[in-house]
């Protein structure tokens, strides 16, 4: 985490609970631009820079094992994601 005015606060960031991931594949299919993929019969970032933010995967998830963080600085704090 960067504190100087107008640096980022919090980089993009997709955090995967593996131990809620029931690995059913949804978040992969989904994703517009193939930036997850399985891993171990588990859903894994296979290309963080691909990640447009779309909430896609957070949304669908049946099981809450994804969340996903846009950047944030700190002009935008008020943006929850
Ligand atoms: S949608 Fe959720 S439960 Fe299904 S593979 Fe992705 S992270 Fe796992
Ligand atoms: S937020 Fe959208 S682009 Fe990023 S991994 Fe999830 S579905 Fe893919």
Redesign the pocket.
């Known amino acids: 985490m960067i504190t100087r005015r107008g640096k980022w606060l919090r980089q993009k960031k997709i955090d995967?609970h593996v131990n809620?991931?029931?690995?059913?594949?949804?978040?992969?299919e989904l994703c517009p631009v193939d930036a997850l993929e399985?891993k171990d019969f588990?859903?894994a970032v296979k290309d963080l820079d691909k990640c447009i933010a779309c909430m896609q995967?957070e949304l669908?998830?049946?099981?809450f094992?994804?969340e996903v963080y846009k950047k944030i600085t700190r002009r935008n704090l008020w943006l929850k994601k």
């Open positions: 995967i809620l991931c029931k690995g059913c594949e949804i978040c992969v399985m588990k859903a995967c669908r998830c049946p099981d094992a994804i």
